[in-house]
């Protein structure tokens, strides 16, 4: 556990000291997920300040994530298990409030995507390509059954990422990925080629990992990436002009409509 603050002439500045030093122990290592911190008692002897200083540390770790607070018999504050979902979730949502175009989203893909295949290709272990396979599999056997191997695309680029062994780079692509799936659900893309390119391109992706062939692995990913964004970008063109033309054929059946009764 940290040691007491030396100098603490608020109870403001005491609860951000301690909740401060609480923090950086877990992010140290020195906290683990599940470990039990001391309670508010003790900790409040041990900095020498009042209880409610401690308890609005806790109440401060808590609102970061950080902590649980656990009531009743065998309760307390435990440090909480990572969860990288609610900031994959506030990345995702700031990128959909933002109105992100698809060209914007092409282009930060072709940034991300390739360099995270070189590290998977660099860091991947022998259990984490077996689930990279795992997964090809399923989309393969999804696309000889008609199933269509669309909703395990994206799960394939999330695996490569958390392959790549760093934080930061898996929950930024997570958050891609969910943007991604959104711009994929309102375009039609239920042509078995397209399905087929996929699956033939991820297990190709595979292969480079597994060999650990880095650059292999950038080059295939950076033409996988360029290819599927091509495609969605072909498909979201065409529906959009689709729309628009049934659009117009009800504008001017409305406007025939309309000089119809003006005649009568």
Same mark, same amino acid.
């Given at each position: 556990?940290?040691?007491?603050?030396?100098?603490?002439?608020?109870?403001?500045?005491?609860?951000?000291?301690?909740?401060?030093?609480?923090?950086?122990?877990?992010?140290?290592?020195?906290?683990?997920?599940?470990?039990?911190?001391?309670?508010?008692?003790?900790?409040?002897?041990?900095?020498?300040?009042?209880?409610?200083?401690?308890?609005?540390? !806790?109440?401060?770790?808590?609102?970061? +994530?950080?902590?649980?607070?656990?009531?009743?018999? +065998?309760?307390?504050?435990?440090?909480?298990?990572?969860?990288?979902?609610?900031?994959?979730?506030?990345?995702?949502?700031?990128?959909? @409030?933002?109105?992100?175009?698809?060209?914007?989203?092409?282009?930060?893909?072709?940034?991300?995507?390739?360099?995270?295949?070189?590290?998977?290709?660099?860091?991947?272990?022998?259990?984490?390509?077996?689930?990279?396979?795992?997964?090809?599999?399923?989309?393969?056997?999804?696309?000889?059954?008609?199933?269509?191997?669309?909703?395990?695309?994206?799960?394939?680029?999330?695996?490569?990422?958390?392959?790549?062994?760093?934080?930061?780079?898996?929950?930024?692509?997570?958050?891609?990925?969910?943007?991604?799936?959104?711009?994929?659900?309102?375009?039609? @893309?239920?042509?078995?080629?397209?399905?087929?390119?996929?699956?033939?391109?991820?297990?190709?992706?595979?292969?480079?990992?597994?060999?650990?062939?880095?650059?292999?692995? !950038?080059?295939?990913?950076?033409?996988?990436?360029?290819?599927?964004?091509?495609?969605?970008?072909?498909?979201?063109?065409?529906?959009?002009?689709?729309?628009?033309?049934?659009?117009?054929?009800?504008?001017?059946?409305?406007?025939?409509?309309?000089?119809?009764?003006?005649?009568?």
């Amino acid at each position: 556990m940290p040691s007491p603050p030396r100098q603490t002439p608020t109870r403001d500045r005491v609860s951000d000291t301690i909740a401060a030093r609480i923090q950086k122990s877990i992010t140290d290592g020195e906290l683990a997920s599940g470990e039990r911190l001391p309670a508010e008692r003790e900790l409040a002897q041990r900095f020498k300040t009042s209880r409610l200083s401690i308890r609005e540390a !806790y109440r401060s770790l808590q609102e970061l +994530g950080l902590i649980t607070i656990r009531r009743g018999a +065998g309760g307390g504050a435990f440090i909480a298990e990572i969860d990288h979902a609610p900031m994959s979730r506030s990345l995702t949502m700031m990128l959909r @409030l933002g109105r992100t175009t698809h060209e914007e989203l092409t282009e930060a893909r072709l940034l991300l995507e390739p360099p995270i295949a070189r590290l998977a290709a660099r860091r991947a272990l022998p259990e984490d390509i077996e689930r990279l396979q795992a997964l090809v599999n399923q989309q393969a056997e999804a696309l000889e059954s008609k199933e269509g191997p669309g909703r395990l695309a994206l799960e394939f680029h999330r695996l490569v990422a958390r392959c790549a062994r760093n934080l930061t780079l898996e929950v930024t692509m997570n958050a891609l990925a969910d943007v991604t799936r959104e711009a994929v659900l309102k375009i039609d @893309l239920s042509e078995g080629a397209v399905h087929e390119h996929v699956v033939t391109f991820h297990q190709k992706i595979v292969n480079a990992i597994k060999r650990h062939d880095e650059d292999l692995a !950038y080059d295939l990913m950076e033409r996988h990436v360029s290819d599927v964004q091509g495609r969605l970008g072909k498909n979201l063109l065409r529906q959009i002009r689709d729309r628009r033309s049934v659009a117009a054929k009800k504008d001017r059946a409305r406007e025939k409509g309309k000089g119809v009764k003006l005649t009568r």
